[in-house]
């Protein structure tokens, strides 16, 4: 299948400080990216779909303000945490697919942890 | 109403046994339909994906959709402990651009 490259798997970071998150896929251009988080045991929330070249659209509660995600290539989307809080301590995936018909295909995952 | 809903579990199997998994969607105007399976840390990975009424089977998995009942099945034949896992369904819309909705998994544990 196709390849997703998330990058970092782990990060720590101190209350208040940014964190960028790459999401890239290798092998095929991802016309839509989407991002999501996932709380210990419980299923992956959609946070945004990003379209290349276009704004980000975020899911009902989402903040965009704090949660900034930039399209700017086919195969690059980032998502950056801006003054991250312990509560949003989550394991951060993204997804890329390359049409609305075919299935998208998994990143690694971020481990993120605020202290 | 949630969009994607399945049952938690967790669903406990011994092994060799067939494992049914379901997952029930409320947006009639869904379209694709796909199983996801996430090992606990790990990121989820592609199962099967089903567009039609019917089954479709690969391998020892046997997807089936019936969408005027707004349901889809995964079955796992022949259950293995490496099968443990939890298994996410998931749906796409036209109508919601595409998006992917999951359900909040079922947890499948396979006993030797």
Redesign the interface.
């Known amino acids: 299948g196709a390849v997703v490259s998330q990058h970092p798997s782990r990060v720590i970071c101190k209350s208040g400080t940014s964190v960028k998150i790459e999401c890239r896929s290798l092998d095929f251009q991802a016309t839509t990216m989407f991002w999501y988080r996932q709380f210990p045991k419980q299923s992956l929330m959609l946070m945004a779909t990003s379209n290349e070249g276009s704004k980000a659209t975020y899911e009902q509660g989402v903040e965009k303000d704090k949660f900034l995600i930039n399209h700017a290539s086919l195969t690059l989307s980032t998502l950056t945490v801006t003054s991250a809080h312990p509560e949003d301590s989550s394991f951060y995936i993204c997804s890329a697919r390359d049409s609305v018909d075919t299935e998208a295909f998994f990143g690694q995952g971020t481990r993120l942890t605020v202290v | 109403q949630k969009e994607v809903e399945q049952n938690s579990g967790p669903l406990s199997v011994p092994e060799g046994a067939i494992a049914s998994l379901n997952c029930t969607y409320s947006d009639r105007g869904s379209q694709?339909f796909?199983w996801?399976r996430q090992y606990s840390?790990?990121?989820?990975?592609?199962i099967m994906?089903i567009y039609s009424n019917g089954d479709k089977e690969d391998g020892r998995f046997t997807a089936q959709l019936n969408k005027a009942s707004q349901y889809v099945s995964l079955l796992i034949r022949d259950s293995q402990p490496s099968d443990s896992a939890t298994y996410?369904c998931a749906v796409?819309s036209?109508n919601q651009?595409?998006?992917?909705?999951?359900?909040?998994?079922t947890e499948l544990s396979v006993k030797p």
Do not use: T, V
């Open positions: 694709s796909f996801y840390g790990k990121s989820p990975e592609l994906f996410l796409a036209y651009g595409g998006k992917l909705i999951f359900g909040q998994g």
